[in-house]
């Protein structure tokens, strides 16, 4: 081998170019062969064919159809221009309760009259005052009229909005009825001796109006539970009613607060109000607050079409005169 080289380095310049090319040409001559064999059909040097060549022709399934699609969480820039996650916004535990009273106001002001039974209990003075009567309610013009029952049957209410010089008239049962109806301002002490509110706020519209009030106020600010659950009430004289109770409470009293409790009673029927009830702050933390106002409305006959002799002192069916 080593006399080979030596002869390969005595030949001359000449001789070795010639040796050189030849040798490209064979090469040249050997990758074109190749080439063509694989062309036609014989054996390839790369991959291997397919064993089954109508298999071949199916398209495998792409793997992006089983990758699970990814969502995007949504950023917002920060003053440092990062983005950070958006925070999603906590909803006030009132904003439920608010849509349910709104809700029962609403189906109130499509009502043109009613007649129901009203129960109410108030804190006047640190003395209870009880009331029942038969009420009769028009919204247009702001009419009422209220046959007492229980302890003050006999006790009759009238107020027509824009009549008897805007006074109520009223007429008191047994010995104090011998005097005969009497006029009264709504807001003097005397109409208001056995009531928080004049009875120009009487109504379920009025009463839910005020809790919507309360509640918007109350949603401002935190320290809030609500609690809302489905039931059946049981009426007085028998039956029930399906309704939707809500229930906001206050821990701790504040000056934003006026009262620590309040619940509220919708028939799910007629998305009526039945009850509100409002308590006042315990003294000692963790005891029931005190009762401050009870408003029942039940046995709600709605658009029966009362007439102006409904409110009328002049009915005979009344005792005003």
């Known amino acids: 081998m080593f006399s080979s080289l030596n002869s390969f380095r005595l030949l001359s310049p000449r001789f070795k170019t010639i040796s050189m090319l030849c040798f490209l040409v064979l090469a040249f001559q050997f990758s074109a062969l190749s080439v063509s064999a694989q062309n036609s059909g014989g054996p390839k040097l790369g991959k291997p064919p397919a064993s089954n060549p109508e298999a071949s022709t199916e398209s495998e399934p792409d793997s992006s159809e089983f990758k699970k699609p990814t969502v995007k969480k949504p950023t917002v820039k920060n003053r440092a221009g990062n983005k950070s996650p958006v925070k999603k ?49 028009r919204e247009n013009p702001f009419s009422v009229y209220m046959g007492f029952e229980g302890a003050n049957k006999g006790r009759e209410v009238l107020y027509v909005a824009g009549r008897n010089n805007g006074n109520l008239i009223a007429k008191e049962a047994g010995v104090l009825g011998i005097v005969g109806a009497v006029s009264l301002n709504p807001n003097s002490s005397s109409a208001m001796a056995e009531s928080l509110f004049p009875i120009t706020d009487i109504g379920m519209k009025n009463l839910v109006t005020k809790l919507v009030a309360q509640w918007e106020g109350e949603s401002k600010y935190g320290e809030c539970k609500v609690n809302i659950t489905n039931g059946s009430l049981p009426i007085r004289g028998g ?83």
């Open 89 to 137: 916004k906590k909803v006030h535990p009132l904003i439920p309760a608010l849509k349910i009273a709104k809700e029962s106001l609403k189906s109130i002001t499509d009502v043109r009259d009613y007649q129901a039974v009203f129960y109410k209990t108030e804190l006047i003075k640190s003395r209870y005052v009880n009331h029942q009567a038969r009420i009769k309610f």
């Open 239 to 321: 039956g029930s009613i399906k309704c939707r109770v809500i229930d906001s409470k206050h821990p701790r009293k504040r000056r934003q607060f006026i009262f620590h409790h309040t619940k509220f009673v919708v028939d799910r029927e007629t998305n009526l109000p039945v009850i509100v009830e409002q308590y006042g702050f315990p003294r000692t933390p963790g005891q029931k607050g005190p009762l401050l106002g009870k408003y029942v409305y039940v046995n709600v006959k709605t658009d029966v079409g009362l007439k102006d002799i409904d409110f009328d002192v002049a009915n005979r069916n009344y005792h005003f005169r």
